[in-house]
């Protein structure tokens, strides 16, 4: 929580197009923490930089709908505020690896059409041993 | 009861009271410690005992014991606290008192092993004899009246056990033997409430008795038990007493460990934390542990077992009584192998590169990779081999598979090339276990018992020690642990035998049950079938398969061994794995891999990573027998189940799951769901395979066999096992066995 207390809240942005530029700023700063992170974390051998630079963007790009000024500057404090609690190291490795490296969709792979015309027996054998 | 009776008894606790004021004021410096406060005054105690209270029913014997007469007449009738009970001439007071229904104390006493009486726990009263007698010791006597609840009884046993706690150390809350220790449990129902010992307590020197066996010598009562286990079971002068007196200690007269194959057992005879379990020391208490009732799996014999477990992790395996198959003990291989569980674990399924390193995948991918390569090749050239530890359900499954996909070239390891799967008397241990013990004559062909199947081994030696039975032995030399004499090493003596020119063949046919023990081991021999057909010689001729007797026996070497050929697990072809291209091994280790062709798609499923990895192109991890339900068929073609204790490591599934997951992926479904459907379809083939614990015995002798002419070929017979402690994946991951190898193998 400390990075809460010492986080200066920027004054709002004027207009979208100084909320767009904040944006690339923190994109750039989240990429420069990278290095790091992997050190930290340990994350060489699931990850690469480029594969978490990759999971950054789709992040942000998952809210370029939004067009608010006011909840993009909001957004990005939210940003910041992960973005420091990963880099002092006050989360870990698990955390990172679920979050950042595997993703929402988890280990259990979706099977979709192929699951079709399978036996109740195999599905169930194909998710655990005591079904 | 009347009004004068009351007051009468009112009269006599008053007349009471005053003695023992009188009593406490004359001798007010001695300390009483006795804690029953009648006892103080015996006169008064007889006196209220008069109005006899009414009798309580009488008790069903202890364990539900059921008394065995041999011989109708010789039933005596002796009185236990008022009750008469029969017993058999020859029952000790202790046995009388527990076919009333009455447990007595005891320390030294065990019912398998000889009586020292040197405890001295187990007084009784016995009307007209002076003092207290041992009733361990003391033969039953007709119309003896025992008493085992009276004052004097009591009181007896309450100084016994100040005693016996003298010199015991106060380690109960560092001692692995806390919680299932009887001198715990015995101070806590007949001990005194306080002590009166000031002195400084006695101390012993711990001795190594090896890898297994823990000692903490200062915690020894002197029962001797471990010392007669050691002589009169396990066959070792290992261990002794040296000194006298307080001064007395048990241990290996010179520094030395103790090498038998059955050591564990006297972890669980010491009734203290004497002589405890060196693996298994500070890592559990008892009472945290679950039991769970299973099979032994590493030998033949099917030994009936305990596992311990905390949570998923198998703590300690322990013997469960089984009269008919290993009586109370188990081999140290059997004791010790848990280690091994946790070592070496295969818990994912993997496929092999083109790198040449395994990469985990998911079920799915390596079932359809392995269907697919199925496909590719012809049927005749898939072959299957069950491994020394599979179950029955898993044996049928993959046999069922490869019949489907067209092939008939499946076996299970330790058969040899082409078993004699036809007649089950022909690969059973025909007289049975327990029936061993009878026999008065042996000839142990190719087999060293006490390597192969340790708890037959001990029949063999109770035979020898208590009908003198007569062990001729025919195989390399050999260490086993009573008199036998070596008649040869290899084929030639079974020939003199059977020709009738060699001495030992009248010992056979003059025997009133005579045992032949051919070993398992032959059966990888070439000439096989002409040994066998030699030894048939030899029961027809000697008379050894009678109606009432059927001695000729096989003992077989591994778990899976009888059941596999109960499902006719029998290769179409001798040499179909050098022509293989898709080989299937389900648990099978010890296949020469040599013979395999290079361009072969091997599979490997099991539990361990061991020697059948390292070919292995994909690998399925299967479920051990700790943590499966599976049939296993014993030596004798017992039946027996398998309890799952702990959850599989891992992504492990069972063994049959994965066959039948399998045979969906390549298209020809098996017909079974599940564990009962599996069995189902055992009952087709194998139907005594279902009814469990029961012993099945062969039903029909050897005698129509065909006459089969083949030479034999004069090379002596090999040891069939090289290490005891290390005959397959468990143990040969184990690190307790690992260390026994190293420190009790050493020449
Ligand atoms: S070590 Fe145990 S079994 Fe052996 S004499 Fe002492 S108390 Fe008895
Ligand atoms: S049990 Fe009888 S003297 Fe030990």
């Known amino acids: 929580m400390a990075a809460v207390w010492r986080a200066k809240v920027p004054p709002n942005s004027a207009n979208l197009e100084e909320a767009r530029k904040r944006v690339f700023d923190f994109f750039k700063l989240a990429c420069r923490s990278l290095p790091k992170v992997m050190d930290i974390y340990n994350l060489d051998d699931v990850a690469t930089i480029s594969q978490l630079r990759s999971t950054i963007a789709s992040q942000l790009r998952k809210n370029a709908h939004i067009k608010d000024p006011k909840v993009i500057d909001m957004l990005i404090f939210k940003g910041m505020e992960e973005l420091e609690n990963i880099v002092e190291h006050s989360k870990q490795r698990h955390h990172m690896i679920g979050q950042y490296v595997v993703g929402h969709h988890g280990l259990v792979q979706e099977m979709g059409t192929k699951e079709q015309g399978l036996s109740p027996f195999l599905k169930n054998f194909y998710k655990s041993n005591y079904l | ?747």
């Open chain 2, 1 to 747: 009861m009347g009004l004068g009776s009351l007051t009468s008894r009112a009269m006599i606790r008053r007349a009471s009271t005053i003695l023992n004021t009188t009593r406490s004021h004359n001798f007010s410096l001695v300390r009483s410690i006795v804690s029953t406060p009648e006892l103080k005054n015996t006169a008064s105690a007889a006196a209220e005992a008069t109005p006899d209270p009414p009798l309580p029913p009488p008790r069903p014997p202890v364990n539900n014991a059921r008394v065995h007469f041999p011989n109708p007449e010789d039933a005596i009738e002796v009185f236990v606290d008022g009750y008469s009970v029969k017993v058999p001439k020859g029952f000790t007071v202790l046995q009388a008192c527990e076919v009333a229904g009455v447990d007595i104390p005891r320390f030294c006493y065990h019912s398998r092993l000889s009586i020292a009486g040197n405890c001295r726990m187990c007084l009784v009263e016995v009307e007209k004899s002076p003092k207290p007698v041992a009733s361990c010791a003391m033969p039953a006597l007709p119309g003896m009246k025992i008493k085992t609840d009276t004052p004097i009884a009591k009181k007896a046993r309450e100084g016994v056990m100040e005693f016996l706690l003298m010199n015991h150390p106060l380690d109960c809350p560092i001692c692995d033997q806390g919680g299932e220790c009887d001198l715990q449990d015995q101070s806590m129902a007949f001990g005194s409430d306080r002590g009166r010992f000031t002195e400084m307590k006695r101390s012993v020197v711990d001795k190594n008795l090896g890898p297994l066996v823990k000692t903490v010598m200062t915690r020894c009562i002197q029962c001797t038990r471990c010392v007669r286990f050691a002589s009169e079971v396990a066959g070792v002068e290992d261990l002794g007493i040296l000194g006298r007196g307080s001064g007395e200690e048990i241990g290996t007269y010179v520094e030395q460990l103790m090498t038998s194959e059955l050591s564990g057992n006297v972890i669980d005879i010491c009734p203290v934390g004497a002589l405890t379990s060196k693996p298994f020391a500070f890592k559990a208490r008892n009472w945290e542990l679950k039991g769970t009732e299973s099979i032994d799996v590493t030998d033949a014999v099917g030994s009936n077992i305990r596992i311990d477990s905390r949570g998923p992790e198998v703590m300690r395996i322990t013997p469960r009584l089984n009269e008919d198959v290993n009586e109370e003990w188990i081999s140290d291989k059997t004791r010790f192998c848990y280690d091994g569980l946790k070592r070496q674990r295969l818990n994912d399924p993997m496929i092999r590169g083109s790198d040449g390193r395994f990469k985990a995948v998911s079920w799915r991918d390596a079932l359809d990779v392995i269907a697919e390569v199925m496909h590719k090749v012809k049927p005749e050239e898939i072959v299957g081999v069950a491994g020394k530890l599979s179950d029955a359900e898993s044996m049928m499954a993959l046999k069922d598979f490869l019949n489907k996909m067209g092939s008939n070239n499946i076996w299970c390891e330790g058969n040899g090339g082409q078993p004699q799967a036809d007649l089950r008397s022909g690969y059973l241990l025909n007289t049975g276990i327990a029936d061993l013990e009878t026999a008065d004559v042996f000839l142990l062909i190719g087999t060293q018992p006490r390597v192969e199947a340790a708890m037959v081994n001990a029949r063999i030696r109770k035979a020898v020690r208590s009908n003198h039975a007569k062990v001729g032995y025919i195989g390399p030399a050999t260490d086993l642990n009573y008199d036998y004499e070596h008649l040869g090493t290899g084929p030639q003596t079974l020939q003199e035998i059977a020709e009738g020119t060699h001495s030992f063949f009248s010992a056979i046919k003059n025997a009133k049950n005579p045992a032949i023990v051919v070993g398992a081991g032959l059966f990888e021999r070439e000439d096989k079938d002409a040994i066998l057909s030699i030894v048939e010689t030899i029961a027809k001729s000697a008379n050894v398969i009678r109606p009432d007797w059927n001695g000729l026996n096989v003992l077989l070497l591994n778990a899976a061994q009888a059941a596999s050929l109960d499902l006719g697990l029998v290769p179409e072809s001798d040499k179909s794995i050098e022509s293989a291209k898709f080989l299937y091994l389900m648990g099978a280790d010890d296949v020469n891999m040599d013979k395999v062709p290079s361009d072969a798609f091997v599979v490997y499923q099991g539990h361990h990573g061991d020697q059948g990895v390292y070919r292995a192109n994909v690998i399925l991890p299967a479920s051990a027998f700790s943590e499966k339900e599976g049939t296993y068929a014993n030596t004798e073609g017992r039946a027996q189940q398998t309890v799952p204790a702990v959850p599989t490591v891992g992504d492990a599934r069972d063994d049959w799951k994965i066959i039948r997951a399998l045979s969906e992926t390549a298209g020809v479904n098996l017909p079974y769901d599940s564990l009962i459907d599996v069995r189902e379809r055992i009952r087709t083939v194998a139907p005594n395979l279902l009814s469990m614990d029961e012993r099945e015995p062969a039903t029909f002798s050897t005698l129509i066999k065909p006459e089969i002419k083949k030479e034999i070929n004069p090379v002596p017979f090999k040891p069939s096992i090289e290490n005891f402690y290390m005959t397959d994946s468990i143990t040969r991951a184990s690190k307790i066995m690992a260390q026994c190898s190293s420190q009790l193998l050493k020449k």
